[in-house]
């Protein structure tokens, strides 16, 4: 049986077979039985790659974070992840500098993970449940996911593809509704309205190519 270790755009964690482009972790959030008890134990949220420096590890080791997993970064930041500083250090700094200049109302040349972190906390969780907000469709930047109905959705250059844990498939964009329930957090929406492009799953591609 695959472990409880998927992540939806919504943030919740899930038992698929799909492994997806990204790992990730929110601290240690398993039982030793390898069972989740928690959805996340930090506000330190973050995107990893599946391999670096060699490194191996047993998936949910007692007393280790447990080991996430996203179709793509897409996902991962419709979720509320931010890119790993180590693992994914040019990144993560594509990432800080792009928030600097999206999200800065104070004028600072500097922030610090935490910082950003503690935003993101506050913009994906409500007392437990996941944060949306109302928009417009039409107005809204490339990679950013959204739900209509019972169905997930990302914006792909203006064309809207449908989410699955598999990957995606093509939608029309004139059967949904003008306004959209929008499950990327509004500092990384600010992000990819300044240039910063999100890394979609190959089917993406293949469907837009």
Known sequence: ????????????IERKSARGTLMGNRGV???PKKELKRQFK???WITCLLEFKGRQRELMSPGLYTELFFLDEVTAFAAGHRPCAECRRPRYNEFRDAWIR??????????????MDGVLHTERLDDGQKVTWSHSLADLPHGTMFKAGDETYALFDGEVLKWDFEGYSAA???NLPKTVDVLTPHSVVNIFRSGFRPEFHPSALSLIT
């Not at 049986?1 to 919740?12: A, I, K, S, Y």
């Open 1 to 12: 049986m695959p472990l409880e270790n998927r992540v939806t755009p919504t943030g919740t």
């Open 29 to 31: 959030l398993h039982t």
């Open 42 to 44: 930090t506000k330190s």
């Open 102 to 115: 999206a999200n800065n109302e104070e004028g600072k040349s500097v922030i610090r993970a935490p910082e």
């Open 172 to 174: 029309k964009k004139e």
